[in-house]
Structure formats: structure tokens, C-alpha cells
């Protein structure tokens, strides 16, 4: 690797890392990382930047080394050749045809490859330009994607407990409204357990999440969709879930992607053979958009 290159890859190393920071200190690493993680991103960062500046540094110290023993090489070299002109004519002729070679070989390297500038560019200009430009949210299609308007999957008890009303009281929270601040996996999953739905159905719920058109039985127009995105570690591993709402006749919709409580009753339809979940709304407001979306505050 030529001083060029070497100089070259402490400053990419060094811009990488200053990406990372930015993205930690700017808090848009909370849209594709659970909170757990964030520190690496911060510790990665640093880490990039000190590799990055000791490829410069320490670069600097060997061109100095490697300058000095040039020179001497050289004064030792001209000394060799003035002693014996034999030897310089014979090495002169020698590798006279041999230095065309070369000069071909130099051609070809040339012609392949591209250059350390336009790798960097090839980089540097791409990742910019995604920083700038990207939304940091999913739209309706990538949501979509991860789960949003799908069924919820039957499920089995077994040999858990049983659930009861009795546990809903104790365990579960409730509103000014005398609504449970139900969190929207559990409103979701339990039109897949017929047993839960027996103890929510009628409930009184109140959930929180954010607005995606309904494309589900909506023939009428008077549907919305509320939903939570679920992530273990980064937005690879996103899962969406969400509740259909049924708006009262003539009553005051949210836009798209705000952020609401939804309270009113939580029902449950069956729609082509799916059983799935539906809130009667009462009342939608404005709720305060978390830290994480990823983060449950109920």
C-alpha cells in the first residue's frame, strides 16, 4: 500500500467514524437500533476515528524513517557504480530490453483499476447524500411489508395458566376513563388466542401508537389503523402490529402518522376466515411521539 493510499484510508476511517457520532449525537440512530445498543454506536465511533488519525500520524514517522534510508542507499549505490564499469555497462545492456516490459506491465496496471480518489469518492459521496435525503421512517409500502395489515397467527396456550378478568384488574392499568391502557401486542395477538378474546371482547382500552390508513374492510372510509413497530435489536429484525379503527359517523380524524391515543371499546371481526382485532373509538388524542418509537411506555 502506497503513502498515498495509506493516507487516504486514515482519512475515510476518520469520516466513517465522525458519521457514527453524528448519527448517536443527532439521536436518528434510535429509528433503526433498539436503545440497549446505542452505546456501541457511540464507542464504534470513537473507535474509528482514533484508527483513522493513527494511519496519518503513524505514517508520518515512517516517511521520515524511510526518507533517511533512501538517501543513504543511494549515496552507496553511486559509489558501486563508479567503481566498476563493467558491471554498470553489463547491467546497463542487460536490462535494456527488460525495462519494455516493464513499461508495458506499468501500462497495464494502469488501465486497470481506478484510482484511490475515486474509491473515496465512491464512498463518501453516496453515504452523504443518504444522510441527507433519507426519511428515517418506513412508508406505507415498507410497513406494509413488515406486518402491518396481517392477521395475527392462532395460538395455543398449552400448559400456561389460565388468563383471567380477575388478572386484567390487578395487572393492567386504567385511564380517567376507566379504560385499560392496554399495550397494542397485547390487543393485537389476542384475537389469535380464543380464550383471551372471551376476557377482552367489550373491553374498554385505550392504546397508543401511531396513524396508517386502514386497507381492510374500509369499503365505508370510516376506518384508520393504529400501530407500534417491535424490534429486538435493529430494523432488521422490525415487526409491525397494529388495530384497526372504526371512527364514528361525522367524527374528527387524525392525519397519517401523527401520534394519538385511541380509547373506546375493542372488538373483534372476522374478516375472509381471519379473526382480527377492532376499536370503536370513542375519543382520539394527541399523544406525545416517544424517544424510541420502539419503546412501550404503558
Not at 31 to 36: F, N, R
Not at 121 to 150: C, F, Q, W
Not at 180 to 196: H, S, V
Request: hydrophobic share 35%; charged share 25%.
Amino acid at each position: 500500500m502506497t503513502a498515498l493510499h495509506t493516507r487516504l484510508f486514515g482519512l475515510l476511517a476518520t469520516f466513517w467514524g465522525g458519521v457514527l457520532i453524528y448519527f448517536y449525537h443527532s439521536t436518528r440512530v434510535r429509528d433503526y437500533l433498539a436503545v440497549d445498543f446505542h452505546h456501541f454506536i457511540l464507542v464504534g465511533g470513537i473507535g474509528m476515528i482514533v484508527l483513522g488519525l493513527y494511519s496519518i500520524i503513524n505514517l508520518r514517522q515512517k516517511d521520515e524513517h524511510d526518507h533517511s534510508h533512501d538517501h543513504s542507499s543511494c549515496d552507496h549505490d553511486h559509489s558501486s557504480c563508479d567503481h566498476d564499469d563493467h558491471s554498470h555497462d553489463h547491467s546497463h545492456d542487460h536490462s535494456h530490453d527488460h525495462d519494455h516490459s516493464d513499461c508495458d506491465t506499468c501500462e497495464h496496471d494502469h488501465a486497470e483499476g481506478h484510482g484511490p480518489f475515486i474509491t473515496i469518492l465512491l464512498t463518501v459521496i453516496p453515504l452523504t447524500l443518504a444522510m441527507a435525503h433519507t426519511r428515517d421512517k418506513l412508508s406505507n409500502e415498507g410497513l406494509s411489508k413488515k406486518g402491518l395489515y396481517e392477521a395475527p397467527v392462532l395460538t395455543n396456550a398449552g400448559d400456561l395458566p389460565p388468563f383471567t378478568r380477575e388478572d386484567l384488574e390487578k395487572n393492567v392499568p386504567k385511564n380517567e376513563h376507566g379504560e385499560f391502557e392496554l399495550r397494542m401486542i397485547t390487543a393485537y395477538y389476542a384475537a389469535g388466542d380464543r380464550e383471551i378474546q372471551g376476557i377482552f371482547d367489550g373491553l374498554p382500552v385505550v392504546l397508543e401508537g401511531r396513524i396508517a390508513p386502514e386497507k381492510i374492510n374500509n369499503e365505508s372510509g370510516n376506518r384508520m389503523r393504529v400501530f407500534r413497530s417491535i424490534i429486538t435489536c435493529c430494523a432488521a429484525d422490525l415487526q409491525v402490529v397494529g388495530v384497526s379503527l372504526e371512527f364514528p359517523e361525522g367524527s374528527k380524524r387524525p392525519k397519517v402518522e401523527d401520534w394519538v391515543k385511541a380509547g373506546g371499546t375493542l372488538t373483534f371481526e372476522n374478516v375472509n376466515g381471519d379473526i382480527l382485532p377492532l376499536l370503536k373509538v370513542r375519543e382520539v388524542a394527541p399523544a406525545e411521539e416517544p424517544y424510541s418509537e420502539f419503546r412501550l411506555r404503558q
